[in-house]
């Protein structure tokens, strides 16, 4: 028995291939849209760890500032303690200089002179004084240029002959050699140095009196 459809079947596949078609898209789409949903929710997350990074940076920046800061300030208070330390080393060094130089000159000093006056300037030495010969001031420039080590380049400035009163009269007295001689000073002991005991300075000869011996 020979069966004929008489249905529209061309138009019903049709329709089946539409609605197919139509599902496929919204499918498609809402595929799509979960997909952007979920792209937006993972570069969301990312954007908000990269902020949360760099807030984290910014306050790790703002405490090494602090710490900057505080480390300038600690190096300008060492700088200044350093400073004082030096300073007070310096002071701790030149307060016994006078003494040391005192005694250089007691020790090298030679017999027949005698030193009206010792001036120290910075680092510089003015020494006035008598002597009863001109060998004797050259003895004295040779000892103070090589056997003191607080003494260097001495120079004879001036040296002219006086007579220098030795009784009531003013015609009577000795003829002697005024003289004027500078030299640099040169600091050479430490502040630990200064500790020691200096040798106490002996009495210079006056005119007419041999020197003690050094």
């Known amino acids: 028995m020979i069966r004929i459809n008489l249905l529209p079947h061309r138009e019903t596949r049709r329709e089946a291939r539409k609605k197919n078609y139509v599902a496929q898209m919204v499918l498609t789409a809402i595929l799509g849209l979960g997909v952007a949903l979920v792209g937006g929710v993972v570069i969301n997350q990312l954007i908000s760890n990269q902020a949360g990074r760099n807030e984290f940076i910014s306050r790790e920046n703002a405490v090494l500032d602090t710490q900057i800061k505080e480390i300038a300030t600690l190096r300008a208070e060492l700088e200044g303690l350093r400073a004082r330390a030096e300073a007070v080393e310096n002071l701790q060094r030149d307060r016994t200089i006078p003494v040391h130089l005192l005694d250089e000159l007691v020790r090298h000093t030679p017999e027949g002179i005698y030193l009206k006056s010792v001036k120290q300037k910075e680092g510089k030495v003015v020494l006035n004084g008598y002597a009863q010969s001109n060998d004797r001031i050259s003895e004295l420039l040779h000892n103070l240029a090589t056997k003191t080590p ?33 030299a640099l000073l040169k600091a050479t002991e430490s502040p630990a140095d200064a500790k020691g005991v200096v040798k106490g300075p002996k009495a210079a000869a006056k005119p007419g009196q041999p020197a003690p011996k050094g």
């Open 150 to 182: 607080w003494l260097a380049r001495p120079e004879l400035n001036e040296i002219k002959a006086v007579l220098v009163p030795t009784g009531t009269k003013a015609k009577e007295g000795r003829r002697f050699f005024e003289f004027t001689l500078n």
